[in-house]
């Protein structure tokens, strides 16, 4: 079965106060990891797709990398307005798992000014 | 890239009554899921729906849950007998062809008394 494990479950930062959000995995087979984030009430949004250990993928504060059993978000220079949840998920290969994803229950980050 | 647009945004109803969510995506996709989210809790799969078929179901996806696409355009969730436990955010999401990125909808809540 796959597993998605996501520490800390919260995390509180001042602004301009750098970090790094975990997320472990165990999967038969990865196809796919992607970071979302979500806010309170909302759909998760995309945020990136990583496909293989060593990939790094960046969008303006946020830097997220792969290995062969976790993923990091890493948090540069937070501002205010990246306060929200910040889910992982995974996908499974194999022909038969139609690209389903599974989830961990997210990191709570909260960046105060 | 666009998401989808979901209706309702919320739905209160009584336990044991019928319900359909809808999914209206912006372009012709051909692969859809459902995924819900408990208060407090993780993402969760449910189904996924390619080319007007289930094409994986999780166990979730009991008996009381079905999906559809009418008319060829809106794709639905209907939970027949609703329980207190369906009580929960219930997202869409969309893939297009050759990409293995999922955009979500803003989702629906749903509140069974």
């Known amino acids: 079965e796959d597993q998605v494990t996501q520490s800390p479950e919260a995390l509180r930062l001042q602004e301009g106060e750098s970090s790094s959000l975990n997320c472990s995995y165990t999967?038969?087979?990865?196809?796919?990891l992607f970071w979302y984030r979500q806010d309170p009430g909302k759909g998760p949004e995309f945020l990136f797709t990583?496909?293989?250990a060593g990939e790094e993928k960046e969008k303006e504060r946020l830097k997220a990398t792969l290995t062969k059993k976790e993923s990091f978000l890493h948090i540069t220079a937070p501002k205010p307005e990246d306060s929200a949840t910040y889910l992982c998920?995974?996908?499974?290969?194999?022909?038969?798992?139609?690209?389903?994803?599974?989830f961990g229950k997210g990191t709570l980050l909260t960046v105060n000014p | 890239e666009p998401e989808v647009t979901q209706t309702p945004s919320h739905q209160v109803t009584q336990m044991g009554q019928e319900v359909i969510l809808r999914c209206v995506p912006i372009?012709?996709?051909?692969?859809f899921y459902w995924y819900r989210q408990i208060l407090g809790q993780k993402v969760e799969f449910l189904v996924s729906?390619?080319?007007?078929?289930?094409?994986?179901k999780s166990e979730i996806f009991d008996d009381q849950f079905s999906v559809e696409r009418p008319d060829g355009s809106n794709f639905t969730l209907k939970i027949r007998s609703t329980k207190l436990e369906d009580s929960a955010m219930y997202f869409c999401?969309?893939?297009?062809?050759?990409?293995?990125?999922?955009?979500f909808g803003p989702g629906t809540r749903l509140l069974v008394l």
């Open positions: 999401a969309r893939r297009t062809s050759g990409s293995q990125t999922q955009y």
């Open positions: 372009s012709n996709h051909l692969y």
């Open positions: 990583l496909y293989s």
């Open positions: 999967v038969s087979g990865l196809r796919g």
């Open positions: 998920a995974v996908q499974a290969g194999g022909g038969g798992s139609n690209y389903k994803l599974t």
């Open positions: 729906f390619y080319n007007n078929e289930i094409s994986e």
